[in-house]
Nanobody
């Protein structure tokens, strides 16, 4: 049974930082085979892609709104993907989900990020 468990969300002031983690288990095949991504959903809005990291080579891509502020990385031996978020803005508020894709698509349950003074 595939499980993705996010953690690291919380309340932070504008300009602050958070690091989200997503630990995977139960995969068919090695974790390194999966393309991993972070998505977010703000209240009343559709879920959007924030950042993605490839399965091979670790190439990354970001939504324009977070380029230069967020960094996605992965630690394959630990079955974990991270999202380092710096210079946070109120518009970054939302539920953040990680997603794994290879032999299927799998989502975590999400972690809440609130940026507010």
């Amino acid at each position: 049974q595939v499980q993705l468990v996010e953690s690291g969300g919380g309340l932070v002031q504008p300009g602050g930082s958070l690091r989200l983690s997503c630990v995977a288990s139960g995969f068919t095949g090695r974790f390194g085979l999966y393309r991993m991504s972070w998505h977010r959903q703000a209240p009343g809005k559709e879920r959007e892609l924030v950042a993605i990291i490839s399965s091979v080579g670790g190439s990354t891509d970001y939504a324009d709104s977070v380029k230069g502020r967020f960094t996605i990385s992965r630690d394959n031996p630990k079955n974990t993907v991270y999202l380092q978020m710096n210079s946070l803005k109120p518009e970054d508020t939302g539920v953040y989900f990680c997603k794994a894709a290879w032999s299927g698509e799998y989502w975590g349950q999400g972690t809440q990020v609130t940026v507010s003074s």
